[in-house]
């Protein structure tokens, strides 16, 4: 199948590009480039301009693909092929005296009202999209705080009951400390001797 022609619009447009990357990739020249790197251009004259023209060229080559890939992604090409046959039809109609038609452009319609009516229905569905997202990440915001909270009271619980435990460890200690050590090592010995004799041959 046999693809249309480009329009003027498309080729001046791309053709003016092409020379901007063209320009902006070359304008840093090799003269700027020694200023930069003086001793080693003295030492490699040939090396340094090589490694020049290797990085301007990769700079031009990098710029012109990431323009090709953006057209690609947005449809530019085809966009300002349709735009200029729009443009060149309504300059056709203005010459033949069409000015009174039906869906022809009008002074007093102002152009945000005609893109208003193509893009708020667009627009609406977008805001209900978000809004739905948005609601989805506010409830799941909710449950993460609320699981937070949950999870902060049962540390809080938990401290509180490890403090609990080891007051009554310090009282048990305490009070272990103050019996007499000694009558209770001669009880122990005596109740140990005791049960030995109790116990039949």
Known sequence: MKTAP???????????????????????TYEDFQECFTLWCKEEPHGAEGIFNTVSRHMEDQIHQSCENLFKEFNVRDSINILHAVVSEARARKQRGEIHGKDVWRENLAPHAAVRARTVRVMESEVERARAE????????????????????????ADAKTVELLDILDDVYAKWSQLPQDEIGVWALESAENVGFAQPP
């Not at 329009?7 to 070359?26: C, E, N, V, Y």
């Not at 993460?144 to 619980?157: K, V």
Request: aromatic content about 8%; overall charge negative; proline content about 0%.
């Open 134 to 157: 948005l609601q989805a990440l506010e409830e799941e915001n909710a449950a993460l705080y609320a699981r937070c909270e949950d999870n902060d009271e049962n540390q809080r619980a």
């Open 6 to 28: 480009d329009s003027k619009r498309w080729t001046h447009f791309h053709s003016a590009l092409q020379l901007a990357i063209s320009r902006s990739a070359h304008k840093w």
